[in-house]
């Protein structure tokens, strides 16, 4: 079983800053692919960023690349997403998913891969 608990969300200014945590305390994440989605009322949930755990290399969307860093802290058992320089269109709720494994590069952004999920945690940018 793999649990995963977001943490981190919050109420910020535009072109404040945020840093979400997506935690699994019941056994390693070593091995798995580890992404952070974002969802809108009416809007399917799109990608964001992913990492994999063994080789540390990092992808993002278009829209948050240059503004949001995800990185692992391997001793915590912990994925962040640093989220500078928010913008009202970041509003979202924000969902840790994880994979077992590695996918092609062209599966990573597609969100019926990943059959873990945490709960999202609600990110709210003001103007």
């Known amino acids: 079983q793999v649990r995963l608990v977001e943490s981190g969300g919050g109420m910020v200014q535009a072109g404040g800053s945020l840093t979400l945590s997506c935690a699994h305390s019941?056994?390693?994440?070593?091995?798995?692919?580890v992404a952070w989605f974002r969802q809108t009322p009416g809007k399917e949930r799109e990608f964001v960023s992913r990492i994999t755990w063994t080789s540390r290399h990092a992808a993002y969307d278009d829209s948050v690349k240059g503004r949001f860093t995800i990185s692992r802290d391997k001793a915590k058992n912990t994925v962040y997403l640093q989220m500078n320089s928010l913008q009202p269109e970041d509003t979202a709720v924000y969902y840790c998913?994880?994979?077992?494994?590695?996918?092609?590069?062209?599966?990573?952004?597609?969100?019926?891969?990943?059959?873990?999920w945490g709960q999202g945690t609600q990110v709210t940018v003001s103007s």
């Open positions: 998913a994880a994979a077992p494994g590695l996918m092609p590069s062209r599966s990573y952004g597609d969100r019926s891969n990943y059959p873990y």
């Open positions: 019941e056994r390693t994440l070593d091995t798995f692919t």
